[in-house]
């Protein structure tokens, strides 16, 4: 940000504190607030740009959030952001499906449905667009050990509030890795990624 918009003051802001603190580890010099996406700390209409990467697909009420931008941003500012789509980890729920594992929802937007949804929050979209993304990981726990150190774990759903054995793991990190296999001997996952830019008013 500070490499594009050269001179301008530049405001980070991470729900999670251990992620302030890496940040501020790498750069003292960085201005790094705690704040929530649907209570963010700061006055009405300060900013000219707010972008978020991969947040947005977390808060429990996307139009709130995306309102809640809208308040910050002075008139006609711009609101950029990257969200997680609907074929995200589409390998993960799967495997899950087959082992009879119960998972966490994953009830990720369209593309589509985020147009609408920064619409109805007052703003005018200007692009959005979708690319989908593979990574390869060891096993199924290296990859829910990653997700859980990024904290990008969603809550669990109401219905599978029982613990989930050793013995399911197993059998779902097995048959993620018989039917996604990733080209090193490891397991496949896809990050199906929307990128939006829109303005206020």
């Excluded at 609408?116 to 200007?126: E, N, P, R």
Aim: with cysteine; proline share 6%.
């Amino acid at each position: 940000m500070k490499r594009e918009y050269p001179g301008s003051t530049v405001v980070g802001c991470d729900f999670a504190l251990p992620m302030l603190i890496e940040a501020q580890r790498t750069d003292a010099s960085k201005r790094l607030v705690v704040a929530d996406v649907d209570a963010m700390p700061f006055p009405s209409g300060i900013f000219d740009l707010v972008a978020s990467n991969l947040a947005y697909q977390w808060p429990p009420d996307t139009l709130a959030s995306f309102q809640e931008a809208g308040r910050v941003l002075k008139q006609g500012g711009l609101f950029a952001l990257s969200t997680l789509g609907p074929q995200t980890l589409f390998e993960m729920r799967e495997a899950c499906r087959h082992a009879a594992m119960p998972t966490a929802q994953m009830n990720f937007l369209r593309p589509d449905e985020v147009d609408g949804i920064l619409a109805g929050a007052g703003f005018s979209v200007i692009t959005i667009d979708r690319q989908t993304f593979t990574r390869e990981y060891a096993d199924m726990r290296a990859l829910l050990r990653a997700l859980r150190n990024i904290g990008a774990m969603p809550h669990p759903a109401a219905s599978a509030g029982a613990l989930i054995t050793g013995v399911l793991l197993k059998k779902a990190g097995r048959i993620y890795r018989e039917r996604f296999p990733g080209p090193s001997n490891g397991i496949t996952a896809t990050y199906d990624v929307i990128f939006a830019a829109a303005r206020k008013g």
